[in-house]
């Protein structure tokens, strides 16, 4: 069947099997690897993408029901050549081990702080809560998203003043 | 060279990761993530049963099916037809028994796996199902059914351990306690399952790419199982989506199913596993039922420990001799022990295997013999920390395998100090223990299920605070176990970039930045003007495994090793040109050379294109090898590792007594890891490995009824979320230590072996209750039991 | 394995209607999908019939929340995380918000649907404890006509509900309640973070002078499916509220318990413990 949507901000139509679940094929189709795969049923969260903006596991969504939608994935999170804020925190808290979850950690992250700009920690662990990470132990994840709020608030204040 | 630099510039600062941006930005390639022209893809098949002869297999519905590109099964392997590393009793495909549900008979591929599941049910297998053992203490019975007959025995391997006259020690002992504790099998749960290319060559050799954890060891097998040499195959290491000792033996086995389909199609093949298809085949850690006699002073004085375990290996032997040989060298745990009798003994089962394990068969005697000393304290009337002081082994002490500790600093009680003293721990051990003690109303019968009305508690009662700890040491390295050394190359560039090449893997955690950071300590450079390469079998010599928490110390000293040699020749070319005496000494640092008396000084860069138009080689194989140690099988003793390192938990939990749910509020965690070289990676070893150690502690388990596994997926098999660990602190001291880059040692492992053994004695603290079986379930904490479905088949209710 | 599927995507409630209408079995509803994609991949009985989906996504009235009078009335594929979000729900039936924020992770509030929670009658859903005191009524729909029924009656045992293939859940019915009802949700899991739960209690409760005017007690979990407890909840009815009839009442949800399940291998665990989270959970609505 044919679908239409919007896959990193650039318009897409493609013709895709009615079995393919969206990390099908955002992996084959779209050649985005990015997006991992850790269990099939919604229980680890390493194929987080945004839908319309909210984390969603792309093991759960056929690419069926993704018409007309907008879809975020791991490789549309940098600003252009750059990395986010989010992204460069990830790296300086030393929240990256092996690196399997970080990009459904940072997608999870991403839609938290578009929803809330000032999460309490207890937010944050909700927020990554379907995100399994066997290797960081969380907390430095944690620190990296924290940062990044206080970041971008620093930089709102900045403006202002 | 001065062997214990103190200043350094870069060593033991935060270091962003060297591999960091490719995985935030998703373009880093695990194995699933790389494709190849012409790929087949395939399934397994395997039989529902856990213990079966196999009669017959009849492929013919299948065999003209124009989905399936072929068949693969036993008679496909030219070579080795059984693979292991001590016991080759692990077939790369089944053909007489099947001897665990995992178990895999033979691999159908072709292009689509969709295609390929649908058509898998119709191949007609035979098979008699055969008496299943899943106790281990039955399979030592003289009329037990052997699961590998050609061993004559179930037993996989007993090590003993003779110190001292147990029987005399006993005897003179004032107080002796007896008690059994029992540890439940474990999924290493790395997120990534494994996946696993072959691609055939045009050349008749093999390149093989996938999620694994020791490239040298799948090299090996492979070249064993093709019945080719070692050069014929070159295994690529993609970025690993972690392991934890897990990508190693199922691996192998994978890489050569993979290899056998490549060579018979002519076509690359893929194997990639669900996350079910991974727990069920995958090896886990070893359960193990453990029993401790002590006998002991009023004093506090310990004199004497009998020790028996008895690990449950599952079908296949894998690394259950290296596992339970960590054993039997530190069953006794970090205390100085006169009279030492220990068994270890490993056996087969129908159940999944067992084998290597991040902790590596410490996890389990440290939950036992740490829960066994707070038991000893509480009836001699002392806190923890009292009869831990009494005894632990100090600077030069001797173990129980009899081995002097003399050439390292001894730091075990220097780490409990320091956390005790950062937890306030005894005052708090002491409120928490006054609070819960006689108070044991919470625990349930078992047969009043209709509660009585002091079984009751009101909800201002019901949550208990508890505080405990646990102390270990751990020798380091493969120790009397393998043979230990490690290959480095560093080979610096003419324009003074560097290329580093480690023949230790990378496996998620870090290395590769930990090895960039020691050569540019050396150097004088900047990490990041340092390259790292591609694990690749084919251009560095074989290291052995990343395991047993030494790739830092062995690696470490290899990298520091090519270094201080590349060092050497840049200096005596600059002295020979500066016309300096051959004793000066010149400084690397700030991608400078300089000889401060002389004021002359090159930028580092200048100074390799200096040496390439001389024709001095810059590229260099470091070599490490650890110091010999002693070891005498019939007795258990020698200096069974070069090396050890210290540590001590302190968990603070609180526990609800209506419920038995556990809280990890915080975990202290003090480690002598010798010297850091990244505290950032060295921060998140200690905040995973303790996460995991307290999944082991409290929620994980990996439940088996007739050798069939109940958890198959994350839904079931719960490991810690970002929920469930309110804080962890890790503290660093760093002893002093010869060996590796600086002394910098092993954490990977300590990180996480001490964990349950401190949550347990917090649970202790917190209800007055002792548990002796992990994991403390909802159940456990209540009823002092696990439920299973099939309790009540059994009318045991 | 996900089947060759065919996927329709109607755009008005009657279309949807007609597309279910031939009452297959090959053909079912596909709300958020958080169910049944897993259940393809595990090769669940439950769905192996399954040929053509019916999206729900483009049908308005199944989407909103909207408030009447009387009464506050849910589409059926309103979200978790929608109802999380809606002041309505929140000031009218907190325990639901408070049931559905303990549902899965964020990723599967997002997607996960209050119908597609009950619709299988799984014996773990946590919505429908709170549904039920708050005595919910579901409104279905087939081609042709329109019923309502009470989500009580509708659940008839585990997996099996009223609803036939030819029907579709379009909407739920909360009547407001009484302002002075106060009440509490518990669950139990295994972990903190995304757990199946063990056990799930709903309670509310008027009173007045210390005496008991009115109370709903729903389990979950522990009862093979979400249930009230209507004899419990007459006899406390008209009761003072003391310390003893906590008791009492606890062991009495106990014994309750006890005869809808039998006695199961988690029963020496699972019956205990709801006496005593029950316990509890009076307290903090008795004595708060
Ligand atoms: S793969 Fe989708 S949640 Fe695990
Ligand atoms: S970094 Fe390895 S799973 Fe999170």
Known sequence: ?161 | MEKNKKNFKIVGKPIVRQDGVTKVTGKAKFAADYNFPNELQSVMLRIHSSHALIKSIDFSCIENDSNVAAIIDHRDIPGDKKVGVIKKDQPIFCSEKVVTPGDVIAMIVGKSERELIKIKDKIKIEYEDLPVLTDPSKSLETDAPLIHPEYKSNLIVHYPLRKGNVDSGFSNSEHILEQTYTTQNIEHAYIEPECVTAIPQIDNSIKIIGSIQNPHTTRRIVAAVLGISLSQVVIIQADLGGSFGGKDDTMNILSARAAVAAIKTGRPVKIKYSREDSILESYKRHPYVMHYKVGYNSSGKITTMKIDVTADGGAYASMSPFVTWRTVVQATGPYEIENVWTDVKAVYTNNPYTGAMRGFGSPQPIFAQESIMDEIAERLGMNPVEIREINALKQNSVTSTGQRLENHEVTLTKAMKTAIEKTGFVDKWNNYRNQSLDKSNFILSGEDLILSEDKFISRQDKLRRGIGLSISLRGCSLGAEGIDAAAALVAVQPDGSVYLLSGLAENGQGLRTTYSIVAAEILGIATDKIIYLEQDTSRIPDSGPTVASRATLMGGGAFRNASEIIQKRITNLLLNEWQLDKEAELIFEDSMIKHIASNKSIEFTEACSFASQRGINLSVVGWYKGPDVSWDEEIGQGSAYFTYVYGCHVAEVSVNINTGEIYINKITAVHDAGKIINILGAQGQVYGGSTQGAGYAVWEEIDKHNGFIREMNFDQYLIPTSKDIKSIDAIFIEGEDDYGAWGAKSLGEPTLELTAGAIANAVKNATGKRYFNLPLNLEEILLNRKLRPEDMKRGSE | MIPELKILRPEKLIDLLDLIAPADGATRILAGGTDIIPGFHINSKRFSSIRKLVETVKIPEMHEIKEEDDSVIIGSSVTFSELINSELINTYFPLLVKAVSKIGSVQIRNRATIAGNFVNNAPCADSVPPLLVYNAEVEIANKNSTRKVLLNDFLEKPYKTQLKDSECVVRIILKKIDKTFTGDFYKLGRRRGVAISRITLAVILKKENNIIKDIRIASGAVTPIGMRFTELENDLIGKEITPELLVSSSQKLGKNVLDVTGLRWSSVYKVPVIQRTFYNLLENICLD
Do not use: W
């Open chain 1, 1 to 161: 069947m044919k679908i239409t949507f919007k896959l990193n901000g650039e318009n897409v139509s493609i013709e895709v099997e009615s079995y393919k679940r969206l990390i099908d094929m955002l992996r084959e189709d779209f050649e985005l690897t990015g997006t991992k795969e850790g269990c099939s049923i919604g229980e680890c969260g390493a194929c987080t993408v945004l839908m319309d903006g909210k984390a969603v596991n792309s093991c759960l969504v056929l690419a069926a029901q993704i018409d007309g939608a907008e879809i975020l994935t791991i490789e549309g999170v940098n600003q252009g050549n750059n990395l986010s804020d989010l992204q460069r925190n990830f790296l300086t808290h030393g929240a990256v081990q092996c690196g399997f979850c970080t990009p459904g950690m940072i997608l999870s992250s991403l839609a938290l702080l578009n929803e809330n700009p000032n999460p309490t920690v207890e937010e944050i662990e909700e927020s990554i809560a379907g995100n399994l990470c066997r290797c960081t132990g969380y907390k430095q994840i944690i620190e990296a998203v924290k940062a990044t709020a206080e970041m971008s608030n620093q930089k709102l204040r900045n403006q202002s003043a």
